[in-house]
């Protein structure tokens, strides 16, 4: 079975909607609202086409096809500079330490903190793939094909990346940290909240809330619990995040309390060990997919599994690979090891 990652296009309108209603909410940068997501591929579409290699206001949507059946698989997203056209919001956690004299004790606080701290940077996001697709291998290219994206347009992105995890939430739409905190000053419940979120920013919540630090003792105990939690779901992401040389930094979304990742892009490990190499050959080679291969600039970019040997002359690419990606002896492509 071979899968391969290109650019969305206008005609993925209807398979991007389907996957946006499979979600479970809280993927706020997959709504389900057609207009939506029209916008986005719209958008997305200005920048495949935008030609100068510089730090823009940038969003590359991808589609993973599985190419037996034609049938969209997954998606996923990079913002190239967040902030660029409104603040990007997080709280950041820290503590403040007191002490009093008369009691003789010292005191350590836990607070939140309103902070436009990681304006500028580029976000990877907006991932999903539908279950009946997460055999092994398929969630690694999904995810790390955005990375060699990144190395073979290095000039687009910034010097860190961050990765927004979807913070803790029930089946029946109940999220501890609204409750605890940004619910309390919104008559909306988070279902309510979620779904406006995702057609218009959580801009609201920053214009609404208060701008001075949070005593987190003031919170309920549920609340807190949750604070730099992702949710159940989001946990195999965070250790391939975390793999990826991503780490937690105590900066939390400001809507649902889920960790915000952070790494230096360089120091990517995707990032860091592609190579660009010409194809040696195309040939019969047996065995599991052992890098993810990429070609093609912008929207022509393209992604896939393959078996794959490398020597001084170049890769040799099994031919179900090659075909996915339509390279042959002499054209350039990118690779990792899986």
Not at 45 to 71: H, K, M, Y
Not at 110 to 136: H, I, K, N, P
Not at 158 to 167: F, N, Q, V, Y
Not at 198 to 214: E, S, T, V, Y
């Amino acid at each position: 079975m071979s899968f391969l990652l290109r650019p969305a296009q206008d005609s993925d309108l209807a398979a991007l909607y389907r996957i946006a209603k499979s979600t479970g909410g809280g993927f706020t940068n997959l709504p389900p609202d057609r207009p939506a997501l029209k916008a986005k591929l719209r958008r997305a579409a200005g920048c495949f086409s935008r030609q100068e290699d510089a730090p823009a206001d940038d969003l590359f949507v991808f589609i993973l096809e599985n190419t037996e059946s034609n049938r969209v698989a997954g998606t996923c997203q990079i913002f190239a500079r967040v902030g660029s056209s409104m603040p990007f919001y997080s709280y950041r956690m820290g503590t403040m330490t007191q002490h009093s004299q008369e009691l003789d004790r010292t005191f350590r606080a836990e607070l939140l903190t309103l902070c436009t701290d990681l304006d500028g940077t580029s976000e990877v996001g907006g991932l999903f793939l539908d279950a009946a697709e997460r055999s092994a291998g398929v969630g690694k290219l999904l995810a790390r094909s955005r990375y060699l994206f990144m190395a073979m347009h290095r000039a687009r992105f910034a010097d860190r990346t961050i990765a927004e995890l979807r913070g803790a939430h029930d089946d029946a739409g109940n999220s501890p940290f609204w409750d605890g905190l940004a619910g309390r000053f919104f008559e909306m419940s988070f279902v309510e909240a979620d779904e406006f979120n995702a057609r218009h920013g959580n801009q609201f919540i920053a214009d609404l809330m208060p701008k001075h630090p949070i005593y987190t003792a003031l919170l309920s105990d549920a609340a807190r619990a949750v604070m730099g939690q992702p949710h159940i779901t989001g946990r195999p992401a965070m250790r391939m995040l975390e793999q990826e040389g991503f780490s937690f930094a105590g900066y939390i979304d400001i809507f649902d309390g889920g960790p915000t990742m952070i790494a230096q892009t360089d120091q990517i490990r995707t990032i860091r060990e592609s190579r660009s190499v010409p194809v040696a050959a195309v040939g019969e080679t047996d065995g599991e997919p052992n890098h993810i291969v990429a070609c093609g600039r912008l929207a022509s970019f393209r992604a896939t599994l393959a078996h794959a040997s490398v020597t001084e002359d170049g890769i040799t690419l099994n031919h179900e690979a090659a075909r996915a990606l339509g390279v042959r002896p002499g054209d350039m492509v990118t690779y990792a090891p899986v």
